[in-house]
């Protein structure tokens, strides 16, 4: 069965401190893996897609990477504008996005 | 102008009663979905549509009824509502690319329906 595993469920950082969010996986013929923003009373925005186990994407003060049992979200020098909830999700052909429960992000100044 | 636009935003209602949510995108995309997502956020795919066809029912009981009249449109009809269908919808939409879906969704800012 395809399994989305988020950790920590919640994370606090004083602006600045850059921390890491994980994303672990179970999943037969992965097609992608996928981080989103959820911001309160929002939909989920899309982040970055990551396809092979060793890609790297960045955007920002945030960096995806990916091996093959895992995703990492890495946030570097946080501001209170990146609190949110990060979603990782993973597709497989066939299916639509499996998300896992997400790690809600708070940044204080 | 708004890509995936979903009406109403909030709904409160009794159990027992029948509620539609209408979900609309002006992405020109293909595929179209439903999610669930509960009181402690996890999002959970309930029906995909692709080009008003249903390619996707996750064993989302037979109360729930989508109805997609063009692949721009996509509906939920919840007949006899019960508590624990609380919780925000939301629509999403999503292109193809070489036959396949690709995962970058697009959302709609959601449905909260609350059933008293």
């Known amino acids: 069965e395809d399994q989305v595993t988020q950790s920590p469920e919640a994370l606090r950082l004083q602006e600045g401190e850059s921390s890491s969010l994980n994303c672990s996986y179970t999943v037969s013929g992965l097609r992608g893996l996928f981080w989103y923003r959820q911001d309160p009373g929002k939909g989920p925005e899309f982040l970055f897609t990551?396809?092979?186990a060793g890609e790297e994407k960045e955007k920002e003060r945030l960096k995806a990477t990916l091996t093959k049992k895992e995703s990492f979200l890495h946030i570097t020098a946080p501001k209170p504008e990146d609190s949110a909830t990060y979603l990782c999700?993973?597709?497989?052909?066939?299916?639509?996005?499996?998300f896992g429960k997400g790690t809600t992000l708070s940044v204080s100044s | 102008d708004t890509a995936v636009s979903q009406t109403p935003k909030y709904l409160v209602t009794q159990m027992g009663n029948d509620k539609s949510i209408k979900c609309e995108q002006n992405?020109?995309?293909?595929?179209m979905y439903w999610y669930k997502q509960d009181s402690k956020k996890f999002l959970k795919i309930m029906f995909s549509?692709?080009?008003?066809?249903?390619?996707i029912n996750e064993t989302v009981p037979n109360r729930f009824s989508p109805k997609s009249p063009d692949k721009a449109h996509l509906n939920l009809h919840i007949n006899s509502l019960e508590l624990g269908d609380s919780a925000v919808y939301f629509c999403?939409?999503?292109?193809?690319?070489?036959?396949?879906?690709?995962?970058?969704?697009?959302f709609g800012e959601g449905s909260r329906l609350t059933v008293l």
């Open positions: 992405l020109g995309h293909d595929t």
């Open positions: 549509y692709n080009n008003k066809e249903l390619i």
């Open positions: 990551l396809y092979s």
């Open positions: 999700a993973v597709y497989r052909a066939g299916t639509a996005l499996i």
């Open positions: 999403a939409s999503s292109r193809r690319t070489g036959g396949q879906n690709t995962g970058e969704l697009f």
